[in-house]
């Protein structure tokens, strides 16, 4: 676990930072895939958490949820659009094709048991700090969390830094076989361009710097649009 920003630690559960998780004050956000346990526990070892937040109900971000809330007993927080997920643990039927390949895999080996849902939270309220924004689109639930005072984003799944199949960063759209509406993510990025974050953090890469390159990004998907 590593502190990239004042009282923001993340949580690298894959190499390369393929799949990440985050702690923000007290509060886990997401929880990698089901074998990603034992290592988000070792992490916790030395640290208070009091809640579990998704930004989305997708397999590598509630794979281990339901052994982390009953390890720690601790609540279980969404957005209303993904409760159903989040409580069944059937999270690929949102997919443009729950049949494909990859998506079977996903819930076969990384989606974790469902866990009921405790708490929800909608755009405005306040998470450990951060804001809660809504960017649906990858997921029709997906949530963003962003902190004014320093301009900290946790973008989830809205945005990506890092290519799937090279593993180099790169910022862009998450894949489409995993995106339940791409013109409303399109909107979404768009909207959390609009907040100006200074620093990323992502489900998927290494955390950015912003520099203008979710400007240059929201460029390119509006001249593709």
């Known amino acids: 676990m590593k502190e990239i920003a004042k009282g923001v630690y993340q949580i690298p559960v894959f190499p390369r930072e393929l ?3 985050y702690v ?3 509060v886990l956000v997401d929880a990698g895939i089901r074998s990603s346990a034992n290592k988000i526990l070792k992490a916790l070892q030395a640290t208070k958490i009091n809640a579990h937040l998704l930004t989305h109900a997708h397999a590598d971000h509630q794979g281990s949820s339901a052994t982390i809330c009953k390890t720690f007993n601790i609540p279980l927080i969404t957005s209303a659009p993904e409760l159903v997920n989040a409580e069944s643990g059937k999270v690929t039927g949102e997919y443009p094709n729950p049949q494909h390949l990859v998506a079977r895999l996903q819930q076969r080996f990384w989606a974790g048991p469902g866990h009921k849902v405790s708490a929800l939270v909608k755009e405005g309220d306040d998470v450990a700090g951060f804001t809660v924004i809504e960017t649906p689109g990858h997921a029709k639930g997906h949530i963003s969390l962003f902190r004014e005072k320093d301009r900290v984003l946790i973008a989830g799944d809205a945005l990506v830094n890092i290519n799937f199949f090279t593993t180099l960063p790169g910022l862009a759209l998450p894949p489409n076989v995993f995106t339940t509406n791409k013109e409303e993510a399109i909107q979404s990025v768009i909207k959390l361009a609009q907040l100006k974050p200074k620093l ?5 890469g290494p955390a950015l710097r912003n520099t ?3 400007d240059h990004l929201v460029e390119k998907l509006s001249r593709n649009q």
């Open 19 to 21: 799949i990440n998780c």
């Open 24 to 26: 923000i004050k007290d």
């Open 212 to 214: 203008g390159q979710l």
């Open 200 to 204: 990323i953090c992502f489900g998927h």
